[in-house]
C-alpha cells in the first residue's frame, strides 16, 4: 500500500484498500512504515499523486498523522510546492494546524516558504495564499510567535512573503483601447473565511479586490468622456480602488478621491495610485469613516461612485447619509454589487430609491463584457484562482441623480 501510494498505482492501491481481513476488518489506512514512520498519505502526497491522495483520503479512520520526524503530509506537500495536494489535505481536515512544527521547528508555513520559487511561480503563490489564509495562520499568531515561530523566522523571508501575500494584477479594462493597462496590488484579507464579519474598524476586506469592483471599474471606464470630464470624482469604501483608478487612468476628471475606512487598505491604495502612469487624472487617497461627518470632504463631490459595499444592513443608513452630505446638487452615483449574497443591499437600494433625494438613471444587469476576465494576460486560470465571483455571480450596475434639492 505505501509503495502503490509512493509510485501513484492507483488501481493498485485502489484494489489494496478494497480488501478486507477476516476477523480485524479493512486494511489499516494509517499504517506507518517502521523505518521513518510516514503513512500512505505521506508518500502520495509528497510525490504529487493527487488521485491517491484522494483514494487514501476517502477511506473510513484516515487520518493526518506526523511522521517519526514531526512531518505531517501538508509539510510535504508544502515543501515540495504542491497546491493540489494541499487543497485535498486542507479539504479533508479542517482543522489541521498549518503552524504545526517538525523536530527542526518547521512549520508547513515555514516549509512552503522555503520551497523552491517560493512566491514566484504562480503555483506557490497559490499554495502560500492558500496557508496563510487558513485560520490556523491567522496573522496575530504568526507575528507574536505561538507555536515557538519567532519574529525573525517570519521575518527573514519578508520579500516572499510580500511575494506571497500581494499580487499585482494587469487589467485591460478597455477593450477598444488595446495597451491602456491598469496595474493594482491586492492582499491578503484576515478572516478570509468570513470576511464580512468583522466591525468596521477592523474590516479589513478592502486589501482584496472584489469582482464587483472590476465590473464597476470597466463601466466607468466605458463611459463617454464627457460624463466624467472636469468633474471631482469620489470613490466611498475604495479598497484597492480599482474604479477610482479606472477614472483616473481613463477620464480627465478634476480630481479622484480615493477613501475608506481602513488604513492599511488605504496605503496599498496609495501604492496603486502610485502605479498610475504619467499624465492620468490626479488622484488621491485619504481616510473617510461613513460614522463620522467630521472625516468628509468639505468640497461637494460631481459623482459617486462604489462596489460591494454592503454586507450588513445596519450600514445602509450610514452610507445613505454619507452620499447625501457629499453630494453636489446633479452629482451622479455609480454602483455595482452583485445580484444575491450580500445582506442589506436590497434594503440600500430601496432606501436611496425611496429617500427622495436621487432619482434613477439606469439599473441593468452587467453586460457579458464587462464580467469577462478583466486581466491584460487574458490567462482564465488565474482569473479564477483570483476572481472567481466573476464567473459565479451576476452583477448589477445601479446610476441614480441627485435631485437639485
Ligand atoms: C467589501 S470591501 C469592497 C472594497 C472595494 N470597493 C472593492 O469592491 O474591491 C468594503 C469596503 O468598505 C470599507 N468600509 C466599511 N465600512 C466603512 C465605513 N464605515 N466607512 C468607510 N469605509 C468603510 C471597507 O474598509 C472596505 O474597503
Request: include cysteine; charged fraction near 25%.
Amino acid at each position: 500500500m505505501l509503495l502503490c501510494a509512493r509510485y501513484g498505482e492507483d488501481s493498485d492501491l485502489l484494489s489494496l484498500l478494497s480488501l478486507s481481513f477476516p476477523g480485524n476488518g479493512s486494511v489499516p489506512v494509517n499504517h506507518r512504515d517502521a523505518s521513518s514512520g510516514n503513512t500512505a498519505l505521506h508518500l502520495a502526497c509528497a510525490n504529487n499523486h493527487p488521485a491517491a491522495v484522494r483514494l487514501l483520503l476517502g477511506r473510513p479512520g484516515a487520518e493526518h498523522l506526523p511522521n517519526g520526524a514531526g512531518n505531517y503530509p501538508l509539510h510535504w506537500a508544502a515543501a515540495n510546492g504542491l497546491p493540489e495536494i494541499a487543497r485535498l489535505l486542507l479539504g479533508a481536515f479542517p482543522d489541521l494546524d498549518v503552524l504545526a512544527q517538525n523536530e527542526f521547528g518547521k512549520s508547513c508555513l515555514t516549509e512552503a516558504f522555503s520551497a523552491n520559487n517560493a512566491g514566484e511561480s504562480k503555483e506557490n503563490t497559490e499554495l502560500l495564499r492558500m496557508l496563510l489564509e487558513h485560520k490556523s495562520a491567522e496573522e496575530e499568531k504568526i507575528i507574536t510567535g505561538i507555536k515557538g515561530m519567532t519574529k525573525e523566522e517570519v521575518r527573514v523571508p519578508e520579500d516572499m512573503r510580500e511575494a506571497a501575500i500581494s499580487t499585482t494584477h494587469v487589467f485591460e479594462l478597455k477593450p477598444d483601447e488595446p495597451g491602456s493597462t491598469l496595474s493594482v496590488r491586492e492582499q491578503v484579507m484576515q478572516n478570509a473565511d468570513s470576511p464580512f464579519t468583522t466591525a468596521s474598524q477592523d474590516d479589513t476586506t478592502g486589501l482584496a479586490i472584489w469582482a464587483a469592483s472590476l465590473v464597476c471599474g470597466r463601466w466607468l471606464a466605458s463611459l463617454p468622456r464627457e460624463a466624467l470630464s472636469g468633474r471631482t470624482v469620489l470613490e466611498l469604501g475604495a479598497g484597492c480602488g480599482v474604479p477610482a483608478l479606472a477614472v483616473a487612468r481613463h477620464h480627465a476628471a478634476k480630481r479622484v478621491c480615493a477613501t475608506d475606512l481602513n488604513e492599511d487598505s488605504l496605503e496599498n491604495c496609495r501604492h496603486n495610485i502610485g502605479l498610475l502612469p504619467p499624465k492620468c487624472a490626479k488622484a488621491e487617497a485619504f481616510r473617510m469613516d461613513w460614522a463620522d461627518e467630521a472625516t468628509w470632504p468639505e468640497e461637494k463631490i460631481d459623482a459617486i461612485i462604489g462596489a460591494d459595499l454592503v454586507y450588513t444592513p445596519e450600514i445602509v443608513p450610514l452610507l445613505t447619509a454619507a452620499m447625501d452630505g457629499l453630494a453636489a446638487p446633479g452629482c451622479d452615483f455609480y454602483y455595482v454589487a452583485p445580484d444575491a449574497g450580500r445582506a442589506g443591499l436590497a434594503d440600500f437600494i430601496a432606501a436611496v430609491k425611496e429617500g427622495g433625494g436621487w432619482e434613477v438613471v439606469e439599473e441593468r444587469a452587467a453586460p457579458e463584457e464587462m464580467a469577462g476576465n478583466p486581466l491584460a494576460s487574458g490567462d482564465d486560470d488565474l482569473m479564477i484562482l483570483h476572481f472567481n465571483e466573476l464567473l459565479e455571480k451576476r452583477f448589477v450596475l445601479y446610476h441614480f441623480r441627485k435631485l437639485a434639492n
